[in-house]
């Protein structure tokens, strides 16, 4: 299933990180109104790696070359860049299920994620570390050959949705109480009650409106 057509978009708007793990704050980059989705703020490849560099999923230098491989390759960037917003819909149609307590196996959703993973988790490869980096480990995780794909991009992000859907804090996957919103996040919270993505927003905008009705009443 493809991912429905953003009714409008908001490259101006920054990029904000408050969902607890990369891949969530990637299904983030949208509200996901009930109309559908709106003030998209992946609005090329290019911001995609803007994204990609806030959520610490690449370097700047590897956005820098990532986008100067896809200015030399503008109709590959440009296919990347559909399949990022293709994966965006099925991990936030996971995330929803989580959220609902639904069983995510057989889905189709499922299907398509676990199709990226074989791609890109066959990039992943043990090498030492660079050197004159102070090491710990005698061996470290990389991508092979990122610089060179456009897809890279995308890498890490299917890595951590796979790690958090396996892990037992995908029982803590939520979605923002407020109108028109849809944002996830996981609820790392004490008592496990947190209902919006962000207080300042979401959170301040309820008050405001009960506020209202009580005036009112």
């Not at 092979?144 to 949705?161: F, T, Y």
């Not at 859907?165 to 996981?186: F, K, N």
């Amino acid at each position: 299933m493809t991912a429905p057509p953003s009714l409008s978009f908001a490259g101006q708007l920054s990029f904000k990180y408050v969902g607890g793990d990369a891949s969530v704050d990637f299904v983030n980059t949208v509200d996901w109104a009930a109309r559908g989705p709106i003030e998209d703020r992946l609005t090329d490849y290019d911001r995609l790696t803007r994204w990609a560099e806030g959520a610490s999923a690449i370097s700047p230098r590897q956005g820098a070359e990532l986008r100067a491989l896809a200015a030399a390759h503008p109709r590959l960037a440009e296919r990347v860049y559909r399949e990022a917003l293709n994966l965006r819909w099925q991990l936030r149609r996971l995330y929803v299920a989580a959220h609902r307590g639904e069983r995510l196996d057989g889905s189709d959703a499922l299907e398509e994620l676990n199709g990226s993973l074989r791609s890109a988790l066959g990039q992943l490869e043990l090498s030492s570390p660079p050197r004159g980096a102070e090491a710990k480990v005698p061996l470290r995780w990389r991508w092979h050959d990122a610089a060179e794909r456009l897809d890279s991009v995308l890498w890490p992000v299917l890595r951590s949705a796979a790690e958090l859907l396996a892990s037992a804090e995908a029982a803590q996957i939520r979605e923002c109480a407020g109108d028109d919103c849809g944002w996830m996040y996981v609820d790392r919270s004490r008592n496990g009650l947190r209902r919006w993505c962000q207080m300042e927003t979401c959170g301040n905008r309820e008050k405001a409106k009960r506020r209202g009705k009580a005036a009112l009443s």
